[in-house]
Every structure is written in structure tokens, then in C-alpha cells.
């Protein structure tokens, strides 16, 4: 939100090219990732990735933590009925993540059960989707690309797919998750945004490389 030079999350944009205001400084990153000083986890468990509900430690937050986040999001949207609330109160994502007596661990395995196997994500979940996205083969497909892609690892029924699993996962599953929302909308532009990040991101390092060698040669 407030980028710096030499950022590993921002890829070296700045001020200059991305601003935003944050608040709350005690929830912060600083940038490279690492976790403020604060004692407690942040955030609405229903929607934190998995490995940051573990009593693991991470070396750092990632993009990718972010995208199973939207993909928590997504879920819920395309489950809750607003007509039919006692409906969506009977659902398995309701009865489940809306239970205050739920552990954060409680809620890591819970994910890690309907994330990991395609027949409990199609039983636990997608079949509870409201008719416009159950109806939606394309849609399905794309939630089950970024499932596997996200979570791919422990299940059960992988479809043959091998994929080493990583409790730190790294920016380019985030990436490669965006190429697969871009090709269910039919559109670009979620990964020219990253070109685009990754183009400033180039010629950043490339100027203070010769900003560098300009000093040295200085020096001598």
C-alpha cells in the first residue's frame, strides 16, 4: 500500500507508480512479507488461507495466501442465499465456518478436507452453490483449476496431477491462478497487470544496478 524501493512485494515499484492510504499499522506487513510484531492473527478466519490459521510459522505472507483468500470469498458468494437464509444456514460452508466454537485448527482441517479432494469440494461445496453458478460448468471449472493449483498435495484424487505441496506457496501460483480467472472472463487483465508489474519491476532493479555501478565507478 505504501511501496519502497527494493520491495520483494511490490517487485521495486514505488509511491510513484501504486499509492493507497493504511491504517491499523499493528495488522501490517513490512516489505518483505514479515509479520509486524503483534501477538495475534488478523483477520476473518471464514476467509484466511489455512497456513495462517496453523500454529506453523511462516518465513512470510504471499500473494498466493491472498488468492486463497479470494477464492474463500468467491465460494461464499456463490453459496449464500439472501432469500433463503435458513437455507444457506443449513449449507456445509455455513454450518462449518459460521460455528463460534470452531478452532482456527478446526477450520485448517476443515479446509484442508474439501480443498484437497475434488469429490469432497464437488460433495461440501459446489453442490451447494446457487443455481446461476452450480449451472455454470465453466465457472465450476475455473474454481477447480485454482483448487488445484492452490491446494493440490494431500488429496486423495488428484487426477494424476503431481505437485510438490509448500506451507510458504510461492507468487507465480497467484500468477498462474490469474491466467485461469482471465480465461473464464474472456479477457486480459488481470495478467497484463502483472506483465505490467513485473515490466516496472525489471527496469526498477536495472536502474539501481547502474546507480550502483555509477557510485563505484565514482568511488574509484
Known amino acids: 500500500m505504501v511501496p519502497v524501493e527494493g520491495s ?25 512479507g514479515v509479520s509486524s510484531s503483534r501477538s495475534f492473527r488478523s483477520g476473518t478466519l471464514t476467509f484466511m488461507a489455512p497456513v495462517l490459521l496453523d500454529d506453523e510459522p511462516i518465513a512470510r505472507r504471499t500473494l498466493a495466501h491472498d488468492m486463497e483468500s479470494f477464492l474463500a470469498v468467491i ?6 442465499d439472501y432469500e433463503n437464509e435458513p437455507a ?7 454450518v462449518t465456518l459460521l460455528d463460534k466454537k470452531k478452532a482456527p485448527l478446526d477450520i485448517v482441517q476443515i479446509k484442508e478436507n474439501w480443498f484437497q479432494s475434488q ?25 477447480s483449476k485454482l483448487r488445484l493449483i492452490l491446494y493440490l498435495g494431500n488429496g486423495d484424487d488428484n487426477d ?26 474472456n479477457e486480459q487483465k488481470g495478467c497484463d497487470e502483472m506483465q505490467w508489474i513485473d ?17 563505484e565507478i565514482v568511488a574509484d
Not at 465460494?75 to 449464500?80: D, F, K, R
Open 199 to 215: 515490466s516496472q519491476a525489471l527496469a526498477s532493479r536495472a536502474h539501481i544496478s547502474q546507480s550502483l555501478a555509477q557510485e
Open 8 to 32: 520483494v512485494l511490490t517487485g521495486g515499484l514505488t509511491y510513484e507508480d501504486r499509492r493507497g492510504t493504511v491504517v491499523d499499522w499493528n495488522l501490517s506487513f513490512t516489505a518483505d
Open 119 to 143: 469429490k469432497s469440494f464437488r460433495k461440501r461445496i459446489t453442490e451447494h452453490f446457487q443455481p446461476l453458478y452450480r449451472k455454470d460448468s465453466r465457472f465450476i471449472a475455473c474454481l
Open 160 to 185: 494424476g496431477m503431481e505437485m510438490e505441496k509448500s506451507a510458504d506457496p510461492k507468487e507465480d501460483l497467484f500468477r498462474t491462478c490469474m491466467k485461469d480467472i482471465d480465461d473464464y472472463l
Open 75 to 80: 465460494i461464499w458468494i456463490a453459496t449464500i
Open 88 to 94: 444457506f444456514l443449513a449449507t456445509p460452508l455455513a
